[in-house]
């Protein structure tokens, strides 16, 4: 059980601390998420490779928040504190479930060798998709900003 709730729980706790905002950083993670995502959308999804393009997709949505916080100043250790981030400063309770349910289903994946069903496992790349696209979204406007 995380002792973290809520973002400033994770500021004390220092799984995430302040630095100095990194663009150059956030643009290589940006670039290697989209990288990862055109080899992965040259693949078709079957029942033998579902679970493995939902992991690939939703490591290039840690990269795409782990910039958005470079660029606001922030390092996290954890992924329950990027979701705190979203909740919590970037006030989107929407998103914030969105990762959530797909870091459940990653967790239950890497951690407790889960398999997800094919037709979970395509949704769940789905809605790994949508939270990439918003996620782009604000790094498309942080972007222009700094």
Not at 48 to 74: D, K, M, Q, R, V
Not at 78 to 90: A, E, S, T, V
Not at 128 to 145: A, D, F, G, R, V
């Amino acid at each position: 059980m995380s002792k973290e709730s809520r973002w400033e729980d994770c500021m004390e706790n220092f799984s995430s601390i302040s630095i100095s905002p990194d663009k150059a950083k956030a643009k290589s993670l940006i670039d290697t998420a989209l990288g990862r995502n055109q080899f992965l959308a040259g693949n078709e999804i079957i029942k033998s490779n579902a679970n493995y393009i939902f992991e690939g997709y939703y490591s290039s949505a840690l990269e795409l928040l782990h910039a958005i916080l470079l660029l606001h100043g922030y390092k996290v250790g954890n992924h329950i504190c990027l979701g705190y981030y979203l909740r919590d400063i970037l006030k989107n309770d929407k998103l914030y479930r969105r990762f959530d349910d797909c870091r459940f289903k990653r967790n239950s994946l890497i951690y407790y060798g889960k398999k997800m069903d094919f037709e979970i496992a395509k949704d769940a790349i789905e809605k790994c998709n949508h939270l990439m696209q918003e996620l782009t979204t604000i790094l498309n406007k942080e972007m222009k900003k700094n």
